[in-house]
């Protein structure tokens, strides 16, 4: 369907008017052949490009699909400039020929560069086994008998070995020279001399590539790309932007510059058929999110994290980035990936590897605060697979609702019961701590900071003891202690004053024992049997 789709197309175009667009724009429907590329070119919306046969960038240019334009390529060889090497596998075969049947000679096979001691190569011509190590080529005895050598590779993959030329030469007769192209083998591939792309494709409208090879270059699809039986050699990634597409069937990739053939930007789409990919370490496509942001409204908030990215990774103890001083300014965000290798690999959230094997980032978000409140947190499992997350974890809102003494009247230096009580409308318990003062001085209660566990929408009331050492009318004022993490705001309640009732203390009469201490020590031998109970059961 789609092939009959594209010759539609290419028979709609043939009995429109052909332009021969100049080089750097292009306005009309225009058809190229065999065509040098000597500047960067534009194809404006509303036009069509169809490109057939030859495609030679002469120099690093790029051509852009602008939105609503249309670039065709129908059976197309697109290079660049460059060089080309050979790359090896780990285990490979590469076969030379030669033109001289008889005698011996000698053939030198020269690489992109030196060969690290650790890579451990072994080269085997015939029965002769040769080790290469600290140079950038070796030359070997050889039997040229045979119409073709074949020599056999084999060593560590932890560089990447390139062959640049071969030479070989008879003991009597003329040396033969061979580029890479001229070569062959199996566990080989022809890339591209440099590590940079030698043209680019930029598209923002529509892609269409059916039967091309492409050497050398790079596509990135801000638009709609869609690539069919086409050979991508040292041309990927295909780079799919946020909101790009790309289809792509019957497809081979080699040599890819980085370690996927397809990278995917955050919600690009794509759509993978019967494609042979890199393989081996370089992955079929990869999406990766251009950030990885936790957004905290606490800078106190500390984030665990684990079974990020594509090795899994685990963090501990991430925080805001806070600078400046005496009151430093924090940022309100945790980096989630890093930085470096790393960094990039942890922003990779769903992928195929060089097997075919499908891949999903399952990942869990700790996010806690300790505070003299208690422990406030939320777990987030999976973590979506966004730029940015938002983490509100749950928090109490306390209020104290009221202040009330047991009688309107006491007695000096003895104590009257006082019912504190509160109530959280938050969506977490809260383990309140409360002080209390008699005009500007701390009163005299017991306990001295009541503690109580408010539960989350409901009510809680804490009991003390409270005495006076001077006659006359007093007020009991008491206020939450909020945690320092949050001090200065309401986010758990505010420390406003709720006040009793006045109190008329009277002086004490003669004789009247002062039960404050008593009831003082009752009160600690009460709560010491209480934790003795509590850690039996436990």
């Known amino acids: ?88 596998s780990a285990t490979s075969t590469l076969l030379v020929p030669s033109e001289n049947t008889e005698g011996t000679g000698s053939v030198t096979i020269r690489f992109h560069q030196s060969i690290y001691y650790s890579v451990d190569m072994n080269v ?109 050699t040292s041309s990927s990634p295909v780079e799919v932007m946020n909101n790009g597409s790309l289809d792509v069937r019957d497809t081979t990739f080699t040599g890819s510059r980085t370690w996927e053939d397809v990278l995917i930007h955050d919600k690009g789409e794509i759509t993978w058929t019967d494609n042979v990919g890199t393989g081996g370490d370089v992955d079929h496509w990869v999406r990766m999110l251009s950030s990885r942001e936790v957004i905290v409204s606490n800078p106190n908030l500390i984030i665990d994290s684990q079974g990020i990215g594509y090795y899994s990774k685990a963090n501990t103890g991430d925080r805001v980035d806070c600078k400046g001083s005496p009151v430093p300014i924090c940022d309100g965000i945790v980096d989630l990936a890093g930085v470096g290798f790393e960094g990039r690999t942890n922003q990779m959230v769903e992928w195929v590897n060089g097997e075919g094997v499908y891949g999903i980032e399952q990942a869990t978000i700790y996010a806690y605060m300790d505070t003299i409140w208690g422990n406030f947190s939320q777990t987030i499992s999976p973590v979506p697979h966004e730029n940015q997350i938002t983490i509100e974890i749950p928090l109490p809102l306390v ?44 009163a005299y209660i017991l306990p001295s900071t009541p503690t109580v566990v408010v539960p989350a929408g409901g009510e809680a009331m804490v009991p003390v003891n409270w005495r006076m050492a001077v006659e006359g009318e007093s007020v009991l004022s008491c206020s939450l202690i909020i945690p320092p993490e949050y001090e200065g705001t309401t986010t758990l309640g505010t420390t406003d004053l709720v006040s009793a009732s006045q109190v008329e203390w009277e002086p004490r009469e003669e004789g009247t024992p002062n039960l404050f201490f008593p009831i003082l020590i009752a009160l600690i031998i009460g709560i010491a049997g209480a934790a003795v109970v509590a850690k039996n059961r436990s």
């Open 1 to 88: 369907m789609r092939a009959i789709l594209i010759s539609a197309l290419l028979l709609t175009l043939s009995v429109l008017p052909l332009v021969s667009g100049a080089d750097g724009e292009i306005s009309e429907n225009t058809v190229w052949t065999d065509k040098t590329v000597t500047e960067d070119t534009t194809i404006k919306s509303g036009s069509t490009l169809t490109i057939e046969e030859n495609l030679t960038f002469n120099g690093t240019y790029t051509v852009t699909v602008e939105q609503g334009a249309t670039l065709i390529f129908n059976h197309v060889n697109v290079n660049g400039l460059d060089e080309k090497h050979m790359k090896l």
């Open 124 to 232: 085997t011509v015939g029965s002769n086994s040769y080790e290469v190590v600290n140079t950038s080529e070796i030359s070997m005895d050889v039997d040229l008998s045979e119409s073709e050598l074949e020599v056999d590779f084999l060593f560590n993959p932890f560089q990447e070995i390139r062959i640049v030329e071969v030479v070989v030469e008879p003991d009597i007769g003329g040396a033969e020279f061979f580029t890479p192209s001229e070569l062959d083998g199996s566990g080989t591939s022809i890339v591209s001399a440099s590590d940079d792309a030698q043209w680019h494709i930029v598209n923002y409208g529509d892609l269409s590539m059916s039967g091309s090879n492409l050497y050398s270059g790079a596509i990135t699809c801000y638009g709609t790309c869609e690539i069919m039986d086409s050979n991508l």
């Open 399 to 442: 209020a104290i609702t009221a202040v009330e003494p047991a009688e309107k009247d006491s007695v000096v230096d003895t104590s009257l019961g006082v019912q504190i009580k509160l109530e959280n409308t938050g969506t977490a318990d809260a383990s309140a701590r409360i002080q209390c003062f008699v005009g500007d001085e701390d």
